[in-house]
C-alpha cells in the first residue's frame, strides 16, 4: 500500500476549514493507504502556548482526528514530539535548504506580518521541518488544503536536491488538495482564508461550535446586495457558502445553483448552517465520549507513538548513513 501522511497543528481550536480541507480527506482516502496521522506540536510552538492549555489542546486534537473517523487501530496517530526524528531530520534537512527558498515562503511572510513581535528562527525554518515530517515516513501523497501548496513544493524540491546528491533516499510526496473546500473563506470577509487565529468570532465555524451558534454565523455571513444564488466572480461571499455546502452535502455546482433557484440568500443561508450543523453532531458527540475515556486514549497513544517511531527510525539511520554520520558501536 502506498503512504498517505498529513497532519494539523494544536493550536487554537479547528475551524470548518481545517475539516473540509483536510480531515474529511483523510477520512476518504483512509482505506486506500497506509496512513499516518501527526498531531504537529512542534510546529505549534512558533507561536507562544500557555503550556497548560496547550498540553489539553494537543489531546483534544488527537480526540479529534479519532472522532473524525480516522481509527487508531488501523492509522497510525501519534504526536510529533514524541518521535525525535522529526527534529533531528531537520537538521539534516536544513542544511539542504536556501535561505532563499524559505524567504519566499507566503505563510511566512503574513505570520511575520501577524507576529510582528516575534518572528523567531522557528517561524522561518517551519517548512524544513513539515518537509522532515512528510519525507520521514515516505509518503506518497499529503491531503491538504490549498495554502499549504506551497510548503509542499518546497518539501519536494529539499527531497530532489537530496536524492540527486545520495540516490534515492527519499519518495518524492504528491500533494492531495480537494476540488472542493482547499479553501474555505472567512464569513465575514469571503476575500480572507477563514482561520483559527480570526478575532471575529462571527468569521469562523469552529468545530465545536453548537448548532445554535453554528445557524446564527452562517445567517450573519457577509454576501453582497443581491439575491440569486449563483456562483459568480462578482459574489464571493456566495461562491464560498456555495463551497461549503457542496462539500458539506456531496452536491455539485450546479446542483446547488438548481436548488435554490428563485429563493433568496435568507433561506440558502439557513439550509447551509443547519447542514453543516448536523454534519458536526456526531463528530462532536463521539469527541465529547472519547475525552472521557482517558484509558483508551492513553493506549492508542503510547501503542502509536511506537509504530511511528519505528518508521522514522528507518529513514532516519538511513539518512545519517548516506550523509556519512558515524553510525552507533
Ligand atoms: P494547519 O494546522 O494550519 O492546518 C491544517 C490543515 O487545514 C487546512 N486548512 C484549510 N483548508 C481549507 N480552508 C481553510 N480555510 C483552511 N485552513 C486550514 C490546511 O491546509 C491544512 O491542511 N503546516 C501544516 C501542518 C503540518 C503538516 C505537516 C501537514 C505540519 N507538518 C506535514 C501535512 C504534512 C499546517 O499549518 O496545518
Not at 206 to 234: H, N, Q, W
Request: with cysteine; glycine share 6%.
Amino acid at each position: 500500500k502506498k503512504v498517505l501522511y498529513s497532519g494539523m497543528q494544536a493550536t487554537g481550536n479547528l475551524t470548518l476549514g481545517n475539516y473540509l480541507g483536510a480531515l474529511k480527506n483523510w477520512v476518504t482516502l483512509n482505506e486506500e493507504y497506509e496512513c499516518i496521522y501527526g498531531v504537529m506540536d512542534l510546529h505549534s510552538l512558533t507561536v507562544r502556548q500557555n503550556p497548560t492549555e496547550f498540553r489539553q489542546r494537543a489531546r483534544a486534537l488527537y480526540a479529534l482526528y479519532v472522532a473524525a473517523g480516522l481509527d487508531p487501530e488501523k492509522n497510525c496517530i501519534y504526536y510529533q514530539s514524541h518521535v525525535s526524528g522529526h527534529a533531528e531530520l531537520s537538521w539534516i534537512l536544513s542544511c539542504f535548504t536556501y535561505m532563499g527558498e524559505l524567504n519566499r515562503m507566503t505563510q511566512f511572510k503574513d505570520k511575520a506580518a501577524k507576529h510582528a513581535d516575534n518572528i523567531n528562527a522557528g517561524l522561518f525554518t517551519y517548512p524544513v521541518l513539515m518537509a522532515a515530517d512528510i519525507l520521514l515516513y515516505q509518503a506518497d501523497v499529503v491531503p491538504i488544503g490549498a495554502d499549504q501548496k506551497q510548503h509542499l513544493e518546497i518539501t519536494r524540491d529539499i527531497a530532489e536536491r537530496f536524492n540527486s546528491i545520495y540516490g534515492d533516499v527519499f519518495t518524492i510526496p504528491e500533494p492531495y488538495i480537494g476540488k472542493v473546500g482547499a479553501k474555505i473563506m472567512s464569513l465575514q470577509d469571503p476575500t480572507k482564508k477563514m482561520s483559527k487565529s480570526d478575532e471575529n468570532p462571527n468569521a469562523s465555524i469552529l468545530l465545536m461550535d453548537d448548532p445554535d451558534t453554528i445557524i446564527r454565523k452562517f445567517k450573519r455571513a457577509v454576501t453582497d446586495s443581491g439575491c440569486e444564488v449563483v456562483y459568480s466572480e462578482e459574489k464571493p461571499g456566495i461562491c464560498n457558502l456555495i463551497d461549503i455546502y457542496s462539500s458539506v452535502t456531496g452536491k455539485t455546482r450546479e446542483e446547488v445553483e438548481r436548488e435554490f433557484d428563485g429563493k433568496g440568500y435568507g433561506d440558502f443561508k439557513l439550509a447551509v448552517g443547519e447542514a453543516v450543523a448536523s454534519m458536526l453532531k456526531p463528530l462532536q458527540d463521539k469527541y465529547q465520549q472519547l475525552l472521557k475515556d482517558k484509558k483508551y486514549l492513553d493506549s492508542m497513544i503510547k501503542m502509536n507513538d511506537e509504530k511511528a517511531q519505528y518508521y522514522a527510525t528507518k529513514t532516519l539511520r538511513k539518512v545519517q548513513k548516506k550523509v556519512g554520520l558515524t553510525e552507533r558501536i
